[in-house]
């Protein structure tokens, strides 16, 4: 659509979908509603991208094996080009590699990663459980600070093998590092990501050695012999960067997925009910906290070449970015989209992308939801939402709560 055939009021800017937003940080989905109905695919010429809202339209981009990711691929002066970290000799992680460098990292690591994940899965759940035990009784407390930050981070560290006596650590260097998703930093956060992917290189690089030397029960030491093995051809730096990547995403959105959860059945308690009357429904209700409210809001491709996409003719190396939020409330694929609802059976949401980007973290972060809804709504059957202002992160094209307080 147009400039001049936009909507009166309509979205001029993609950051006005994003938590810079004040309306869009506190419930972005009348926005994403608006935008899906009126101007589905939306060009925004400051930013220099294209915008999909439609499920199809986005679902049909992620599958997409012939779209690239690498920021350098996308036109100059793109909000997708800012993605090109400042620290060029620190490489690429898989999420912005185009194959065949990322099939060359990604299978030995993701067979790795889920080998891993299979075999530790009592031990995950039991980790949770200790977290869980160890919150407060009764009375009110912060479920973010308690239960939904310590989970992820405590459980990547376990899979990975490092030292957890320096969760806080890992969990400040992530909060910087993902800085570097946000295309608009300020030169304060960017310190701060610098400082962060410094930290986190330093680290990796020395346990990399240690495990060299003498080999341990975790992922590392796993991913260090097939390295010398040749089953993964992968250099140094390319494995600390994705090592610290399984990291920095482990915790992080995974945080998100529990906190949003909770929130969600808090606040619509014949659902809560629903999932403790029939465990049975934990699996269908983690997708439907995915679908309804995921952690990670819009995903990107860019253009290799002239061609329509949604019915509109683009350019080579524009990128497209996708709103898998408003992919997810798609009223022509999942029928009253806007109900919270796990007992509705739907079609597969978009929350973690797709084709061969989709999340390599999606497998554990699935196992940890579903055992945090059961394992705390067990211990606090009468868990209840306090009256309080609900503050959402101020990280854009993220969606997750600061702090969430509850009383058991």
Known sequence: MADDQRPTGAVQSILELSAFNPAARDNPHPLLKAMREDCPVFRDEAAKVWLLSR?????????????????????EGSLSARFVEERQERGTSILFLDDPDHARIRQPLAKAFYARI???????EAMIDAIIDRAPASGPFDLMAEIAVPVPVLVIARILGVDEARLDDFRQWSEEVILGLNPVRTPDEDEALIRGASALDAYFAELMEARRKAPQDDLVSDMVQLQASGEADISDGELRNNLEALLVGGNLTTTDLIGNGVWLFLTHPGQKRSLMDNPGLAAQAVEEVLRYEAPVSITSRILPDDRAVGGCPMKARQPVWMSLAGANRDPDVFEEAEAFDITRKRASHVAFGGGPHICIGAPLARIEARHVYMKLFERYPDLKLPEQEMVWRTLPFFRGLEKLIVEG
């Open 118 to 124: 299979n075999r530790m899965r009592p031990e995950i």
């Open 55 to 75: 499920y199809k339209d986005v679902r049909e981009t992620v599958n997409d094996r012939t779209f690239v990711r690498h920021p350098t691929k996308a036109e």
